[in-house]
């Protein structure tokens, strides 16, 4: 079983970093291709990245390429999101989610397990 805590998330101004960790207290994590979506207030929930069970592949939205990294920590069980160069728009609730695709999904419909979600809110 699957169980995604979130972690990170905060107020920060314009340009600055934020760094999230999504930790799975089961004991199957490396098994998992693992994502971060987003949803901001009155928006449909929105694919930031992903990364393979490995961690050898990874994939990120337009929007947050060259900012954002995904990556993980299998021996941890830990996942992470390195947000730099904040903007206003990053603004949202991001949540990770699981699945058990081998490779990276962008599908939110593709994912088997979800976090509760950590709010990031960037000031302008």
């Known amino acids: 079983q699957v169980q995604l805590v979130e972690s990170g998330g905060g107020l920060v101004q314009a340009g600055g970093s934020l760094r999230l960790s999504c930790a799975d207290s089961?004991?199957?994590?490396?098994?998992?291709?693992m994502g971060w979506f987003r949803q901001a207030p009155g928006k449909e929930r929105e694919f930031v990245a992903a990364?393979?069970?490995?961690?050898?592949?990874?994939y990120h939205a337009d929007s947050v390429k060259g900012r954002f990294t995904i990556s993980r920590d299998n021996a941890k069980n830990t996942l992470y999101l390195q947000m730099n160069s904040l903007k206003p728009e990053d603004t949202a609730v991001y949540y990770c989610a699981a699945t058990i695709l081998s490779g990276w999904a962008k599908g939110d419909y593709e994912y088997d397990y979800w976090g509760q979600g950590t709010q990031v809110t960037v000031s302008s």
């Open positions: 089961g004991r199957t994590f490396s098994r998992y291709a």
């Open positions: 990364i393979s069970w490995s961690g050898s592949s990874t």
